[in-house]
């Protein structure tokens, strides 16, 4: 409908917020969401057992040994303080699935295969601590892990949820990389 002697509504856009002040401003990335970009960093997350998008190999899930493989990170960017690391499925019938929750982890390139102690242990939704391999109930699902380079140490108890570790990076991410895995069971 056209309203005689009026205009319309003028929409103005603004600008994107630049990384720094979406940092100060505490925005975090969703849980099941694509990597964030808009950093200024180009950090990388790696595995040498699997590729990204490709099949983690059964040694890493619940049909194998359950341990953690091994990651690689690299470009951490400068003032990185410490690591943060979440492996989750959000194909899991029941909602996301964390698999791996870690956090204060001191600064490294490398996550050794098998690993028992990574910084301070987060709450897996086995609610158990450390990592908890791919074991879906029924066809292919997605893995991402995700790792997070920090300004400061999150300083949260043990046993802290993914909820929790992702609420209290908030305003302090310097970059994030993701590493996505697929898994059926056999």
Not at 81 to 109: E, F, K, S
């Amino acid at each position: 409908m056209v309203c005689f002697g009026k205009q319309p509504p003028r929409v103005m856009s603004l600008p994107p917020l630049s990384p720094s002040r979406r940092r100060r401003r505490g925005s975090h990335t969703p849980p099941a969401a694509a990597p964030r970009s808009d950093y200024g960093s180009l950090m990388k997350l790696s595995s040498p057992a699997f590729g990204n998008g490709e099949a983690i190999p059964s040694r890493f899930t619940c049909d194998g040994a359950d341990v953690s493989p091994a990651l690689s990170i690299t470009d951490l960017p400068d003032g990185t303080a410490c690591l943060a690391l979440v492996m989750d499925d959000p194909d899991a019938p029941m909602g996301t699935w964390d698999h791996w929750v870690a956090y204060d982890i001191p600064v490294a390139t490398a996550i050794p295969e098998g690993v028992r102690s990574l910084g301070t242990a987060g709450r897996n939704s086995w609610r158990r601590p450390g990592y908890g391999g791919p074991c879906p109930p029924f066809g292919e699902h997605r893995y991402f892990f995700r790792v997070y380079a920090l300004d400061r140490p999150l300083g949260l108890p043990p046993g802290a949820s993914k909820k929790q570790v992702l609420e209290a990076l908030a305003g302090h991410v310097l970059a994030e990389a993701a590493l996505l895995g697929r898994y059926t069971r056999r």
